[in-house]
């Protein structure tokens, strides 16, 4: 797989995760986080496990049952927050805060010892200021709860992509990828029965939380979870991460687009169009490593 290929992966990934922020807005806080990841990962679970049946039946590797049970309990951790999260803020508001998952992934890769590029910092420090400008004014003014809890997902989901990134690209993303939903889906429901014994007879349903239900399980634990780990087998973490800044910019467009029946609109304003272009001169910043760019022109 080429560059373009999995930026494109990435990219489609980046759309869905923001989407997923409005889809949240429509579970009523009355319902449990865990029924909501039972319901959407069962969803994702039952698609791919008929997509990739032949693959598991093939077998399933004791490290790749490892690998998807470590992120599991991570995925179930950061989700249960961000449901909980959306209680307190907008849809484009959130998608805001979780950005700042980018500003913390450079940060563990260096503790980690891991490669990050001078460009790739730099074009991160201007993501940054694009998030943080996009961003003030509607954070500036809502409950302090929602931005603290949505903080500690971002630092979170940071290891969590990271590690991501490294099973991936040890292991058979298709058997990855139906393991994380089964184990999400199975675990959430025993947390959700111990919580709440009706489970299922216990939940209000209405068309909109049904709808978002099913978008999230097909979309996003279906669909942008396979397509994550195959571009994350390819790509490196700091390139993720930089790909994944577009979250925001979708977000913003999606919050103010998306029609009434599925959340309420959040309109464009000034300061949230210049973040979104400081952010896309960030990820040029980074993915075009300017600064080995200038050394191997003085070197010529």
Request: net charge positive; hydrophobic share 55%; charged share 15%.
């Amino acid at each position: 797989m080429n560059k373009i290929q999995y930026y494109i992966l990435l990219l489609s990934v980046s759309a869905l995760w923001a989407s997923e922020m409005i889809l949240m807005k429509n579970i009523p806080s009355t319902v449990s986080p865990f029924a909501v990841l039972t319901m959407t990962y069962g969803i994702g679970a039952l698609l791919l496990g008929t997509a990739f049946f032949k693959r598991l039946r093939k077998g399933i590797h004791k490290r790749e049952l490892i690998d998807a049970a470590f992120l599991s309990v991570m995925s179930i951790g950061y989700n249960t927050l961000i449901i909980l999260a959306m209680r307190f803020m907008d849809s484009a508001s959130g998608s805001v805060i979780i950005s700042f998952t980018l500003a913390v992934i450079p940060l563990m890769l260096l503790v980690m010892g891991r490669k990050v590029t001078k460009s790739n910092l730099a074009g991160m420090a201007v993501i940054l200021m694009g998030i943080l400008l996009a961003g003030f004014s509607s954070i500036s003014s809502m409950d302090i709860k929602g931005p603290a809890i949505m903080l500690l997902v971002c630092v979170i989901r940071a290891f969590y992509l990271i590690k991501m990134n490294d099973f991936a690209k040890e292991s058979d993303v298709a058997v990855l990828s139906v393991l994380i939903d089964v184990m999400v889906a199975v675990i959430s429901f025993v947390i959700w029965f111990v919580l709440q014994p009706r489970t299922f007879f216990a939940v209000e349903y209405s068309k909109e939380m049904l709808s978002s239900v099913f978008m999230d399980g097909y979309l996003i634990c279906g669909y942008a979870a396979f397509m994550n780990l195959i571009a994350q087998k390819y790509a490196s973490p700091a390139t993720c991460s930089v790909i994944y800044s577009f979250q925001i910019i979708f977000g913003v467009i999606l919050a103010a687009v998306i029609p009434g029946i599925l959340g309420d609109s959040v309109p464009i304003t000034l300061p949230k169009a210049g973040g979104c272009l400081l952010i896309v001169g960030g990820t040029l910043c980074s993915e075009l490593d300017l600064f080995s760019l200038g050394r191997k022109e003085k070197d010529a």
